[in-house]
C-alpha cells in the first residue's frame, strides 16, 4: 500500500522558514515525478514546486522562485520542501504528490500545471504565515 506522509507544517511569522517532510512508503521516489501544491482558501489547488527526477529538472512557480527549494532523500524515500521568506500569501494547505514518470518524459512544468497527472497524493498539510 502506497502511503505518503507529510510533516512539518505550523504558524510561522512573516520572513520565517519552515521544511515540509514527506514520506513514501510503498514506494520507489527514482520512478516518480515528485511535486508539492496547495490551496489557498477560497482557491484552486497550484503547482508550486515539482521535479522531473530523471533530469533533475525542477520547476518553481513564479510566486516562489527564489524563496523555495525541494529536494529528495533517495535512501529515506522521502522528499523535502523548503519554505524561506515566508509571506502571508503562502498560507495554504500543503500537498506532496506523485506522478508516474520512469523515463522523464514528462517535464516538471507539465507536472506542476495540472491536477489529474498526479498519481498519489500526501495527506495535506496546513501552514500558516502571520503575526
Known amino acids: 500500500q502506497v502511503q505518503l506522509v507529510e510533516s512539518g507544517g505550523g504558524l510561522v511569522q512573516p520572513g520565517g522558514s519552515l521544511i515540509l517532510s514527506c514520506a513514501a512508503s510503498g514506494i520507489n521516489l527514482e520512478d516518480y515525478a515528485i511535486a508539492w501544491f496547495r490551496q489557498a482558501p477560497g482557491k484552486e489547488r497550484e503547482g508550486v514546486s515539482c521535479e522531473n527526477t530523471w533530469n533533475g529538472f525542477i520547476y518553481h512557480a513564479d510566486s516562489v522562485k527564489g524563496r523555495f527549494t525541494m529536494s529528495r532523500d533517495t535512501v529515506k524515500n522521502t522528499m523535502y520542501l523548503r519554505m524561506d521568506s515566508l509571506e502571508p500569501e503562502d498560507t495554504a494547505v500543503y500537498y506532496c504528490?506523485?506522478?508516474?514518470?520512469?523515463?522523464?518524459?514528462?517535464?516538471?512544468?507539465?507536472?506542476?500545471?495540472?491536477?489529474?497527472?498526479?498519481?498519489?497524493w500526501g495527506q495535506g498539510i496546513q501552514v500558516t504565515v502571520s503575526s
Open positions: 504528490g506523485l506522478e508516474y514518470n520512469p523515463y522523464g518524459t514528462i517535464a516538471a512544468v507539465k507536472i506542476c500545471s495540472r491536477l489529474n497527472g498526479m498519481d498519489y
